[in-house]
């Protein structure tokens, strides 16, 4: 048996165009399969009968009425069959072209659709044409009509990627792109997404599918569109690897009219950072007599290793090790002083500080880099000297607490963190300890 095979259809993905013409092809073949005949090779004899293209004329603008025709015919012999519609210049806009067929009938929907657009409103001479492996080419020719096309395809206006090198490894720079764009008119199919520019040939599916930042406007409906792209990171992903990307932008309205457009991102230092306080270990004591006893005014001193145990530097920023703060103070009021704002919370940058039991002011109040500026990396970008702690290294920090008032619970818990700041406090309530500030007026 031969059955009747609906041909491929154009789109390369089931849109609601391909799923449409689906039913309306499987209405049509289902009840014809009882009438199939058996189509033997023939050496001799035309290559291609009953070709037809019903109905012949049709209106392909997705209003349900006459969107698309059948194309029919019977192939006889093995052939190279090519389907092409000439249109009043005499110029051929190919449906098929030289694809192999084996002998039996075929049947395909057309909506008017040749290489991703509704071909213009016009009278177009179509052509199923074959030949054979001998060399014998015979075709079929007829008419058909197109009108009120909907030949207006969506456009991506102003669209955009910006910057066009991005760090995805939340150190607060250039860790986001913003990609952009106005879509012109409402779309049936609408994807964005990254490809690499040399793709794995090893991978079958490089694609990187991109979710629109949340906004009144639906992802297919008319009007602005906004990604805000971190490479998938804040959701605990790894990014993309590191390399050139096609930023892709793929949408298809309901007549089939298809627009793509792309952009270059690059995407380097690219991934999670991790990094942690070394064994959790904090050793803190009042240097005098090594406990954690302090007489009011006396000091406190404190030392911890941080260890950079991911793939991509951490950023770090003052104040230094061996920064001396007074109980009353936190690196705020030290940035104040010091007039550096570097010493301020910064996004993305990573700092170890210490907190302690019943604080009343600034949540781990006496900060730190998570290292010696030795043990770092500094450069300058944007005119500023960023520091980073490499991977694979280790960062020692330490300093002194001056214990010049008594916290409102003595004696006091005290602890260390690490903290990814405005992302996270990687290791909250390290190595805690007790330590106790002794008031000369109540004699301890
Ligand atoms: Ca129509
Ligand atoms: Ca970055």
New binding site residues.
């Given amino acids: 048996m031969n059955p009747i095979t609906p041909e491929a259809l154009p789109a390369s993905r089931p849109t609601h165009l391909a799923r449409r013409l689906v039913r309306f092809a499987l209405g049509a073949v289902l009840p014809t399969l009882a009438l199939v005949v058996f189509i033997s090779g023939c050496a001799t004899g035309p290559l291609v009968t009953n070709a037809r293209v019903e109905p012949a004329s049709i209106s392909p603008n997705a209003d349900g009425n006459n969107d698309a025709t059948r194309i029919s015919y019977t192939i006889r012999r093995p052939s190279d069959v090519s389907i092409y519609l000439v249109d009043a210049n005499g110029q051929r806009h190919y449906f098929r072209q030289d694809r192999r067929r084996a002998a039996r009938d075929y049947n395909v929907l057309w909506a008017g659709v040749i290489d991703d657009r509704v071909l213009p409103n016009g009278v177009y001479t179509w052509t199923v044409e074959a030949t054979d492996d001998a060399g014998r080419t015979d075709k079929a020719t007829g008419q058909i009509t197109l009108t009120d096309g909907d030949t207006n395809p969506p456009q991506f206006e102003n669209f955009a990627v910006k910057p066009a090198v991005i760090?995805?490894?939340q150190?607060g720079?250039?860790?986001r792109a913003s990609i952009t764009y106005y879509l012109s008119k409402k779309v049936d199919e609408l994807q964005v997404y990254l490809l690499p520019t040399h793709p794995d040939p090893d991978n079958p599916n490089p694609k990187y599918p991109l979710a629109e930042t949340e906004r009144e406007v639906k992802p297919t409906e008319p009007g602005f569109h906004f990604y805000d792209y971190d490479g998938g990171i804040d959701l605990g992903a790894d990014p993309p690897p590191d390399g050139d990307y096609y930023v892709v932008a793929d949408a298809q309205d309901l007549a089939g009219n298809r627009t793509v457009v792309t952009k270059t991102l690059t995407i380097s230092?690219g991934g999670k950072p991790r990094a942690d306080i070394v064994k959790g270990e904090i050793t803190m004591i009042n240097p005098e007599t090594g406990d954690r006893n302090i007489p009011l005014g006396g000091a406190m001193m404190f030392t911890a290793t941080i260890e950079n145990y991911g793939n991509v530097p951490i950023r770090t920023a003052g104040p230094w090790p061996g920064t001396v703060y007074h109980s009353n103070e936190n690196f705020n009021t030290l940035a104040y002083r010091e007039s550096e704002k570097s010493w301020f919370e910064q996004s993305g940058t990573w700092r170890f500080g210490l907190n302690f039991q019943a604080n009343p002011g600034q949540d781990f109040p006496f900060r730190y880099a998570v290292g010696r500026k030795e043990d770092l990396r500094c450069e300058t970008i944007d005119g500023r000297e960023q520091c980073f702690l490499d991977p694979g290294k280790r960062g020692l920090v330490y300093g002194t607490i001056i214990w010049d008032t008594i916290p409102g619970r003595n004696p006091f818990q005290m602890w260390g963190g690490l903290l990814h700041e405005d992302v996270e406090v990687v290791n909250n309530f390290a190595d805690v300890q007790e330590v106790k500030v002794a008031d000369p007026n109540q004699g301890n």
Avoid: A, F, Q, S
């Fill in positions: 760090t995805p490894n150190d720079i250039d860790d230092n």
